[in-house]
């Protein structure tokens, strides 16, 4: 089993760009998350999936969808890049939430200059 | 507004020593606690507290919540270098909820 995945590890985007985060998890897991981690700032969570079908905000959803393609993947995606979406971007899943571990893919390291 | 508030922010030990870190929280509708500890990568999940399970312990790793005074701590003892790493605490709260919220993270730096 792969846990979750995500790609890519790397992305260096200019002001305005747009750009697609994929991930994906093999572990039949109901839900999925987007974070992001910042320095001094912890991870904060963008938005959510509690089920296959249905979204929702999180703490920092300014400038972000999120697509939850089927029950494996869930797409994460910048339309218009800023500066200030330079950051770690964490994919994680788990069977459901209140009482559930999640777990976390290897991240993507964006850079928006 | 739920709050998680971990302390020290970092702490450098010796190979062999005993650590504590600490996890205090301002939630509404308290469900878990989580601690995960993270390398230079993905977090990785060490313990869940809750409500009927205030004590977990695995190796030289062990927590225990205290829900009267909103708080939990993580021990490590006879610590090593591989425990090297940031620890992060974490709650679920209110009804339903998806929403895991973090603190800041611990720094544990072990020297040999």
């Known amino acids: 089993n792969a846990g979750v995945t995500q790609t890519p590890k790397f992305q260096v985007l200019k002001t305005g760009q747009s750009m697609t985060l994929q991930c994906a998890q093999d572990?039949?897991?109901?839900?999925m998350y987007w974070y992001r981690q910042d320095p001094g700032m912890g991870l904060r969570l963008i938005y959510y999936?509690?089920?296959?079908?249905?979204?929702d905000k999180g703490e920092v959803p300014n400038g972000y969808n999120v697509s939850r393609l089927n029950k494996r993947e869930f797409s994460l995606r910048l339309e218009s890049a800023a500066p200030s979406q330079t950051s770690v971007y964490f994919c994680?899943?788990?069977?459901?939430?209140?009482?559930?571990?999640?777990?976390f893919g290897p991240g993507t390291r964006l850079t928006v200059l | 507004e739920d709050k998680v508030v971990q302390s020290p922010l970092s702490l450098v030990v010796h190979e062999g020593d005993t650590v504590t870190l600490n996890c205090s929280y301002e939630?509404?509708?308290?469900?878990?606690l989580l601690w995960y500890k993270q390398e230079k990568k993905a977090p990785t999940f060490l313990f869940m507290l809750t409500s009927s399970g205030i004590e977990k312990k695995s190796g030289r790793l062990s927590s225990i919540l205290d829900k009267k005074e909103l708080f939990s701590i993580l021990n490590i003892t006879a610590t090593q270098t591989g425990d090297s790493a940031v620890y992060l605490c974490a709650l679920y709260s209110g009804a339903g909820s998806y929403q895991l919220t973090f603190g800041k993270g611990t720094k544990l730096s072990v020297i040999p």
């Open positions: 572990m039949n897991h109901n839900s």
């Open positions: 994680a899943s788990s069977w459901t939430g209140g009482y559930n571990e999640q777990f």
């Open positions: 999936s509690a089920s296959e079908g249905t979204t």
């Open positions: 939630v509404t509708n308290f469900r878990s």
